[in-house]
C-alpha cells in the first residue's frame, strides 16, 4: 500500500488561513469517508483533529475543518496560529482493511 | 478516559525479534467496536501502520511487513502485543499501540500510547 501524498510543506502568516491537500486512490480516501488528520508537535503523540471526513472531535477548534472531493481530502486552518505550527498528517481506512498515512506536511507560520 | 501504554525492550540486536506489548486501562479491550493497532515512525520522518487486532484474534497486516510479524492478543491481562523478527536497522523507530473504533459510519484511530523508541544495534 502507498502512502497517501501531502505536500511537505505549508506556510501562512498568523490569522490567514492554510489548506494541506492529501491524496490517494479509489480504494482508500475515494472509496470511503472514513479520512482522519491528526497534528504532531515534536516530540508529541499524534492528536486526531478531524475523523470522518470533516468531524472534530471534542476540544478542537473550530478553525480546523475537513472535506474531502473524489480522492482527495482536505484540513483547513483558518485563523491561523502559532500554536498551529506542527506536522499533520491525513490517515484513510482502505478496502484492504488497513489504515495508510499520508506522507505529512510541516505547517509553519511565519 | 482510556490510556494505553507500550512497554518492551529499548535496544534489540540485529536479526533478533522485536517484541511489545501495550496494556490498555480505563477500558476493555473485549469491547466490541475496537480494534488495536501498532503504528512506527522512523525518525523525521511519517507513520506507519503495522497492523491490527480484534479481540476475538483476528488481525490485519501492513502487506510489507507481514512475512515478519505476529500481533496477539491477552484478554485476561487487558494487553495485545508485536512481535517482528529478523529485525534490521531499518525497524528502528518509534512505536506506538493506538485503538480505532468502528462504527456503520466512522472509523478513526481516537487513543495513542506515549510511543516507545526501539533501537536495533549490535
Known amino acids: 500500500q502507498s502512502a497517501l501524498t501531502q505536500p511537505a510543506s505549508v506556510s501562512g502568516s498568523p490569522g490567514q488561513s492554510i489548506t494541506i491537500s492529501c491524496t490517494g486512490t479509489s480504494s482508500d480516501v475515494g472509496g470511503y469517508n472514513y479520512v482522519s488528520w491528526y497534528q504532531q508537535h515534536p516530540g508529541k503523540v499524534p492528536k486526531l483533529m478531524i475523523y470522518a471526513v470533516s468531524n472534530r472531535p471534542s476540544g478542537v477548534s473550530n478553525r480546523f475543518s475537513g472535506s474531502k472531493s473524489g480522492n482527495t481530502a482536505s484540513l483547513t486552518i483558518s485563523g491561523l496560529q502559532a500554536e498551529d505550527e506542527a506536522d499533520y498528517y491525513c490517515?484513510?481506512?482502505?478496502?484492504?482493511?488497513?489504515?495508510?498515512f499520508g506522507t505529512g506536511t510541516k505547517v509553519t507560520v511565519l | 478516559q482510556v490510556q494505553l501504554q507500550e512497554s518492551g525492550p529499548g535496544l534489540v540486536k540485529p536479526s533478533q525479534t522485536l517484541s511489545l506489548t501495550c496494556t490498555v486501562s480505563g477500558g476493555s479491550i473485549s469491547s466490541g467496536g475496537y480494534f488495536w493497532n501498532w503504528i512506527r515512525q522512523h525518525s523525521g520522518k511519517g507513520l506507519e501502520w503495522i497492523g491490527s487486532i480484534y479481540y476475538s484474534g483476528s488481525t490485519f497486516y501492513n502487506p510489507s511487513l507481514k512475512s515478519r510479524l505476529t500481533i496477539s492478543v491477552d484478554t485476561s491481562k487487558n494487553q495485545f502485543s508485536l512481535k517482528v523478527n529478523s529485525v534490521t536497522a531499518a525497524d528502528t523507530a518509534i512505536y506506538y499501540c493506538?485503538?480505532?473504533?468502528?462504527?456503520?459510519?466512522?472509523?478513526?484511530?481516537?487513543?495513542w500510547g506515549q510511543g516507545t523508541l526501539v533501537t536495533v544495534s549490535s
Open positions: 493506538a485503538r480505532d473504533q468502528r462504527s456503520r459510519t466512522n472509523y478513526y484511530i481516537d487513543y
Open positions: 490517515s484513510s481506512y482502505t478496502s484492504s482493511s488497513s489504515w495508510v
